[in-house]
């Protein structure tokens, strides 16, 4: 079985290596050169945990190919759409010319044997749409949305909850021609959905945007338990013994940034707009407005403990969305290095691996390779990203390279009573603070 694979972002390049790993003679094709070079050579053009291994794998393998030629896709028994779909500008709605774009691409490629799998996060709708394009080519096309996670996108692939396909009634051939690419995962006994279009475009956003609402409901309740002087992770905890809700997704702290939950629930809201029911997801408006509130009240609770010792200088540990990843895209750590610096302070920021997409995004930051480097000169430190370095750093080797006395943790992650006994102030979101011991 031949796949192509069009677009080698983070979807695209970690599907194209999981596809060649099961044995399929793979090319991800790319408009991007300097991408597609790097590729080539084995090298992800991002930080993915295992993705090395695995690239470098189907490329000696010589299973993996890159390229900027998509007639380099014609002979695929399965092309995956793996472009992204970003929000649009001066809009809430998702940019749909790089899927458009992909599909006009392939057209003079396509056979009646071709199958088109698409993969990207689309509004609802677009599939049908898409059908209708290929259709003169006698094509089929299918869409089998993604649900992998950046730090986990590897085994997201390779061993996913469930593997959805939206197809068009009666269209049992894509099912089959699905069923082989994905054979191992299905052997292994994992689920597989088989359902129309609109409810597998559907899925995907639903799914995100439930993800989302997790997280902000847990920081709306941070919001009242700081003003009640409750503790938003004891609450956490004792809700989520709760099978029915579950304590994964209920870590409240500086919510949810990346290429996905934000713009998706926005597009999510936008395409219901379109359809005349914008009022049934008018509550992500919400979701959306309570996560940026939390970036406003982190750097706001900098401020008064920068106020409270008359400095200006802050250490930010963690830069990138979340940890495991190097993505800076929507990044709350980010904005909050933003949002400080606005009002004039210093920041001097570190995280692990997004030094260079961190630098790219906001040049003006100072950024420096090491914890010691960014918390040296620090009034106030500050936790953007709960990265493992950061978790298991010892507070007392940190006490005694700084002069600052405070930790401001955006994500509820360091050992307060550890940092406290090591003379630390320890300030959390939506929790009590813990005075220095
Ligand atoms: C998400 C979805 O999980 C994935 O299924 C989809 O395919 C793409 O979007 P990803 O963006 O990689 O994946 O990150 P995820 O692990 O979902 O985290 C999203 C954001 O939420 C991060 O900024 C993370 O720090 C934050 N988060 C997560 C919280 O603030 N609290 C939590 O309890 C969990």
């Known amino acids: 079985m031949k796949i192509a694979v069009i677009g080698c972002g983070y979807l695209g390049a970690v599907h194209a290596a999981a596809m060649a790993s099961l044995g399929y003679e793979t090319v991800g094709v790319d408009v991007d050169a300097a991408k597609v070079e790097r590729l080539r050579r084995g090298e992800p053009p991002f930080y993915e ?22 007639a380099e896709a014609a002979g695929a028994d399965v092309v995956f759409i793996a472009v992204g779909t ?53 094509a089929s096309l299918a869409w089998n949305p993604e649900f992998l996670r950046e730090g986990f996108a590897v085994q997201d692939t390779l061993a996913p909850d469930r593997l959805v396909y939206g197809v068009q009634r009666g269209d049992d051939a ?47 309740m941070a919001e009242l338990a700081e003003t009640v002087g ?3 992770t004891q609450l956490a905890d004792a809700i989520g013994l709760d099978a029915r809700i579950g304590r994964r997704f209920l870590n409240a702290g500086l919510g ?33 407005q309570i996560n940026l509130r939390r970036r406003d009240r ?17 250490g930010m540990l963690g830069l990138a969305f979340k940890p495991d990843s190097d993505d800076v895209r929507d990044s709350p750590a980010l904005d909050v290095c933003r949002i400080l610096e606005r009002g004039g302070r210093r920041v001097t920021a570190y995280d692990p691996q997004a030094r260079e997409t961190a630098g790219r995004s906001m040049p003006t ?12 000169h620090a009034d106030v430190i500050a936790l953007g990203t709960e990265w493992q370095e950061f978790r298991d750093l010892d507070p007392e080797r940190i006490g005694a390279l700084t002069g600052a006395r405070v930790v401001v ?29």
């Open 256 to 288: 949810f940034g990346g290429g996905c939950l934000p713009k998706d629930i926005r597009a999510f809201q936008a395409r219901a707009e379109e359809l005349g029911h914008g009022e049934a997801l008018g509550f992500l408006r919400e979701v959306d």
């Open 365 to 376: 930051l100072d950024i420096v390779g090491s914890v010691e480097d960014a918390v040296r």
């Open 174 to 220: 894509s099912v089959a021609t699905l069923d082989t690419v994905y054979a191992s995962i299905l052997a292994r006994g994992t689920e597989r959905l088989v359902m129309d279009y609109a409810t597998a475009e559907l899925v995907k956003v639903s799914a995100n945007a439930f993800l989302a609402t997790k997280i902000s409901f847990i920081n709306a």
């Open 409 to 437: 943790d955006g994500r509820n992650a360091l050992d307060a009573q550890r940092w406290s006994a090591a003379g630390f102030k320890v300030v959390g979101l939506g929790r009590p603070e813990v005075e220095a011991a």
């Open 230 to 232: 409750a503790d938003v």
């Open 49 to 70: 945990p295992g993705l090395p291994e695995l690239l470098k794998g189907g490329v000696d393998a010589g299973t993996l190919r890159f390229t900027t030629e998509v």
């Open 86 to 138: 970003p929000q649009l500008a001066g809009s809430d709605a998702a940019d749909l010319a790089y899927v458009d774009a992909a599909i006009a691409s392939l057209l003079p490629h396509l056979t009646e044997r071709s199958l088109i799998a698409g993969k990207s996060t689309v509004p609802v709708g677009t599939a049908r749409r898409l059908a209708e394009m290929v259709a003169p080519t006698g």
């Open 298 to 314: 982190m750097a706001w609770l900098v401020e008064r403990e920068l106020a409270a010792v008359g400095g200006d200088r802050v």
